[in-house]
Structures are given as C-alpha cells and as structure tokens.
C-alpha cells in the first residue's frame, strides 16, 4: 500500500513543475526569460479548441495554432517562429493540422508579466521525418506577394503595411505628427 | 482510505482545462504580443502606442498574435473580431495595431493565458498613447531617415 501512494503521491504532483528542456538544442535568443524546451505536442486550432468554433484544417493557416502537449495536457502558445524578422509560428505549423509533432525551441516565462506557455519554435520533427527549421515564413510571403517583390526585408515591402503608414504614418498619429518627428529626431 | 482512493483517480481523470466562455467589457490597447512578453525590444511600457505602431504593423502582418492589453494590465490574445477570425495576419486585427479601443467579447482561460473572442469593437479611440515622446520609435528603425 505504501508503494502505491507513494505511486499516486507521484503523479499528483503539478505537471507544470516539469523540465523540458532535456534534449533541446535551441539556440537561445538572449531573452530574459527564455527556457529552452522540446517536446511532443498536437497541433490544433486555438479558437476551435476554446469555443468550438473549428473549420476544416485549422483554418488553413489564417488563426492561431496551439500546441497541446502530450505529456501534461498543457496548451501552449508559439508566438514565433525562428526568424527575427517578426514573424509568427502558425505558416510552421499549420501543415501539422491535427498531427503529434515533436518541436524545439524556447519557452517564455515571466510571472511579473503574465507570461505562461509562450513559444518560440526554432525546429520541428513530424514522425519519422528528420528535423525541418521552422524559418519558412519569409519564403512563403514571397510566394503569396509577387507585386512586392524588390530589395529590403519583407515587412517594408509588404502592400498593406504600406498602405497604412502611408495613411497614419509611422507613429500612427497622422502625416503631419510624422513630419515633426522627423524634424525633431534627423 | 478506499472512499479516498476513487476521488484521487476521479480528480487525475479531469480535462486539465474545461474551457468555458465568459461575456466581458475590455477596454485597452491592441499589442504585439510577442515584443510585450519577450522583452525583445525593451521593457513593457515602450512596446506600446505611438512609439510601437509600426513595429506592431509588422508583427501583426507577420502573423504573431494580438492581444488587448487592459488598463489593469491583463492580456487577452484575440482569436477573433467580429465576423473576422484572421488572427494570424488578418486585415481586421492589422487595422487596429496600437490603437486603443473597447471591446465586446466572450473570455476563456486556459493554462495560465486570457483569450477573447470579440464580438464587436465598442469604441475604438484610435492611438492615444505618445510613446514616442518617452521612447522615440522601437526599434529605432522602424521610422526610417527621411531621403
């Protein structure tokens, strides 16, 4: 008997405490709060998962993804993927829709923030498949935008990005607030 | 001992989340996540308004989530605003990036983050928050010099 309490006492204890980073080769990104983690997750769609709102194949990269992960039941968030040139995770996972997926990358904790369950997934393992990086988004973008096509990063050629600042500018305050800022600051 | 044992395996057999809505009022600024969360580009207080909007245009274009950051200093993530459930690169989402607005929704919780999913934009204030004045533009290039 005292072995099987001792059995319950076990798995009782919170999930959340676990380490994950054993194994993970992420490259840290020099965060405050970064937590190298790899581990085996399903891929879902977070809004279907919450409200049941649930389109086929997740949405079909245009909502949030979740990662379910196998060993706690805990969803967590991939905000980023691994390129620095602000961009999200979902165009990395969503041809993962529904699969179990092992992933590496770091998580972000910071109580002081709210910060639980953020993530910023650097590679990815889909069955017996060897690791791919999650740092396709770029190339994808230039696929679906052959108009923007030019010299630069992504985000200062992207149209709708463009059409904004070239409405309310860079501040967002308006042509004029840009100008005075320019004057004040170059 | 053996009414213990029952309610022991009835408590580890529970969802660990049973997600269920709740109506909420929210009334705060549209973020990027990612740069408030991960300090990336500096503390909380500079990744936000004016000195922010585009580095926030960016990051929504880019697909990293959203989220309503509210005057008491809760974040929820918004997987949804009004009929648009774009929230990864969405025109609705990317149109209000560092504006402040009242927002209509319903409000889940799971794993220690806040969700909305917004029914409708009460009010939206547009950028009431001159950052810049503080922290000029973060990162500093996203207001490029003038030719």
């Known amino acids: 008997m005292r072995k099987f309490l001792s059995l319950i006492a076990l798995v009782a204890t919170p999930l959340a405490a676990q380490d994950f980073s054993e194994g993970s080769e992420a490259q840290s990104w020099n965060l405050y709060a ?16 919450l409200s049941g709102d649930c389109p086929e194949n997740c949405g079909d990269g245009a909502r949030q993804l979740g990662l379910i992960r196998t060993a706690d039941d805990v969803m967590v968030l991939p905000m980023k993927n691994s390129q620095p040139a602000f961009t999200g995770a979902v165009a990395e996972l969503a041809p993962f829709c529904g699969q179990v997926i092992e992933v590496d990358g770091l998580m972000i904790e910071d109580e002081e923030l709210g910060a639980r369950n953020i993530y910023l997934v650097q590679r990815i393992n889909a069955g017996d498949a060897d690791w791919i990086k999650a740092n396709t988004w770029t190339k994808k973008w230039a696929e679906a935008h052959p ?14 990005i463009k059409e904004i600042i070239a409405t309310e500018g860079y501040l967002g305050l308006g042509l004029e607030a840009d100008e005075t800022y320019a004057e004040e600051n170059f | 001992m053996r009414r ?20 909420i009022q929210v009334t705060g600024e549209i973020i990027d996540t990612w740069c408030y969360y991960s300090g990336v580009m500096g503390g909380p207080d500079a990744v936000v308004g004016s000195a922010h909007h585009t580095c926030a245009l960016w990051c929504s274009a880019g697909g990293i989530p959203v989220g309503l950051l509210a005057e008491d200093g809760t974040v929820y993530m918004v997987l949804k605003i009004a009929q648009d459930a774009g929230s990864a690169s969405g025109d609705t989402q990317l149109s209000l990036a560092a504006h402040t607005v009242t927002a209509d929704g319903m409000f889940y919780e799971r794993d220690g983050l806040n969700y909305i999913v917004v029914s409708e934009v009460v009010t939206d204030m547009d950028i009431v928050n001159p950052t810049h004045e503080d922290y000029g533009t973060v990162p500093p290039f996203s207001f490029p010099e003038p030719d």
């Open chain 1, 34 to 49: 970064e937590v190298p983690a790899r581990f085996e997750a399903t891929v879902v769609d977070v809004l279907c998962e």
């Open chain 1, 147 to 160: 108009e923007a096509a030019g010299k630069g990063p992504w985000f200062r050629r992207d149209p709708r």
């Open chain 2, 4 to 23: 213990l044992l029952p309610l022991l395996f009835c408590g580890l057999a529970l969802p660990a989340s049973a997600a269920e809505g709740t109506r």
